[in-house]
């Protein structure tokens, strides 16, 4: 049975995949055997294979436990996934999509999933989101400057092109766009019902509603791709939910977001005009308390990063005992806020990339 080079790397691929996979499901040397047979024969004759859900699930909580940026991967095995790849359809996409939005949001219980959609196909376009997260906010240029999210200013002015107009606010809620095999778009706006708000209050500072500050629930990502045994999708949207210094030390405080440590200053009273009175610092610390103050307030699920650095050292402590040495971007991995407070921030990690994994790729505008 003789194959060609690049179906023989996806046959190395998927074998390194199986094998693994397999002995963590507990399955016997023969089903190995057998189902690594059926893959060889599918590639040879299709120069591709298909994944059964079994392999499709597993695979994706691989990927989740193997992701270097990720402090969260203590809860690895409790993704939920769902399979999706029978859609072909515009309307039946978009139906899954809110389904993924209701399920993981949950009320505010928020819950890990993944969707996962048709494997990319050869010889035409992969399906493809073009959001960064499905639930995200839009940004406006204008001559007073950016208003609204500035990292979602190219996506905005893409819908805008596709015939889409927001009421120009710093929190509009950005619709979904996708992109069909053939290359066709569809623009969809999300329910309301299915998008989960939370308004930014302080338990102590009097006033901090009225800054007007506020974030959506959950993280949806869904620009990266999920390799699973050499098999890409390129449209795995996927959520787990929120570390507290994700909005209050980024999103909501980085000078080129939302910029909100000038405003939170104001309001307590600091002296802003020299860097030693530490505003920033103080401001910063008060804000991210009124984000998770408020998150749990709305019950909705959010983790400070004290509690997410500890669940990643047991992260640590259980892969170990399994036999399987933890990769990780420094980096990525240390907090936005006192980092040198947290386990992480002294310790080394080697940033060897181990498959199944997601991936960022190239965006599609």
């Given amino acids: 049975m003789t194959i060609s080079n690049s179906a023989m790397l996806l046959l190395e691929e998927a074998t390194n995949f199986i094998e693994t996979c397999y002995e963590e499901l507990g399955k016997s040397a023969c089903e190995k055997s057998n189902r690594l047979l059926e893959i060889k024969i599918e590639i040879k004759n299709t120069g591709t294979y298909t994944h059964r859900f079994e392999e499709v699930e597993h695979g994706a909580r691989m990927a989740w436990r193997n992701n270097n940026r990720c402090i969260g991967r203590l809860f690895w095995n ?205 401001a910063l610390v008060e804000l991210n308390i009124a984000v998770l103050e408020s998150y749990q307030e709305a019950g909705v699920t959010i983790v400070d990063h004290h509690t997410a650095a500890k669940q990643f050292k047991n992260f640590e402590k259980k892969e170990e005992s399994e036999g399987r040495d933890v990769t990780g971007n420094w980096a990525w991995l240390i907090p936005p806020m006192s980092p040198a407070t947290t386990h992480i921030f002294h310790k080394p990690y080697k940033k060897n990339l181990v498959k199944p994994n997601y991936f960022h790729q190239p965006s599609p505008y």
């Avoid at 029978?86 to 949001?105: K, Y």
């Avoid at 449209?235 to 999103?251: K, S």
């Fill in 78 to 282: 409790s993704l939920t996934v769902f399979d999706e790849r029978h859609q072909t359809t515009a309307e039946g996409i978009f139906e899954a999509l809110v389904r993924h939005i209701d399920f993981a949001t949950n009320g505010g219980k928020i819950r890990p999933t993944i969707t996962v959609f048709r494997q990319e196909q050869e010889n035409e376009k992969s399906m493809r989101l073009w959001n960064h997260q499905l639930i995200r906010y839009a940004g406006y240029e204008t001559q007073e400057g950016i208003i609204g999210d500035s990292s979602s200013v190219e996506f905005t002015i893409q819908c805008q092109k596709l015939g889409w107009q927001g009421t120009g606010t710093a929190f509009d809620i950005l619709p979904l766009v996708f992109e069909m095999p053939n290359g066709e778009l569809f623009l969809k706006e999300i329910p309301r019902t299915s998008i989960k708000e939370v308004e930014i209050d302080h338990p102590e500072i009097p006033g901090f509603s009225q800054l007007g500050l506020k974030w959506y629930g959950v993280p949806l990502i869904s620009d990266m791709l999920l390799e699973i045994g050499g098999i890409a999708y390129k449209m795995a949207p996927f959520n787990g939910w929120y570390m507290g210094t994700e909005i209050g030390a980024r999103n909501l405080a980085d000078e080129d977001r939302y910029n909100a440590l000038p405003a939170v200053a104001k309001l307590m009273g600091l002296n802003t005009q020299s860097n030693r009175s530490l505003w920033k610092d103080k």
